[in-house]
């Protein structure tokens, strides 16, 4: 079963997301030596309400990559 449900992206690096009725952000960097995706709480825009992370990791090369596997993102239907 897949974790949150794909919303839409907010930009290139970013998209949003929900679970539970919670809004969250997800953002892929790749300036430092891993790859990465972090999870974040947000409001319904987009704006991170709260800079704890809540899922993610590194070793992914991309936000397609996280969203496939975490979400019911395809990127066929796009």
Same mark, same amino acid.
């Given at each position: 079963?897949?974790?949150?449900?794909?919303?839409?992206?907010?930009?290139?690096?970013?998209?949003?997301?929900?679970?539970?009725?919670?809004?969250?952000?997800a953002s892929f960097s790749d300036r430092l +030596?891993?790859?990465?995706?972090?999870?974040? %709480?947000c409001d319904g825009e987009g704006k991170i309400?709260?800079?704890?992370?809540t899922d993610g990791g590194t070793g992914y090369?991309?936000?397609?990559?996280? +969203?496939?596997?975490?979400?019911?993102?395809? %990127?066929?239907?796009?």
């Amino acid at each position: 079963m897949k974790k949150y449900k794909f919303v839409h992206f907010t930009n290139e690096r970013q998209a949003l997301l929900l679970k539970d009725g919670c809004t969250y952000i997800a953002s892929f960097s790749d300036r430092l +030596l891993h790859p990465e995706v972090l999870v974040f %709480p947000c409001d319904g825009e987009g704006k991170i309400t709260d800079w704890s992370e809540t899922d993610g990791g590194t070793g992914y090369a991309s936000i397609d990559e996280f +969203l496939i596997e975490s979400t019911n993102y395809n %990127p066929s239907e796009e």
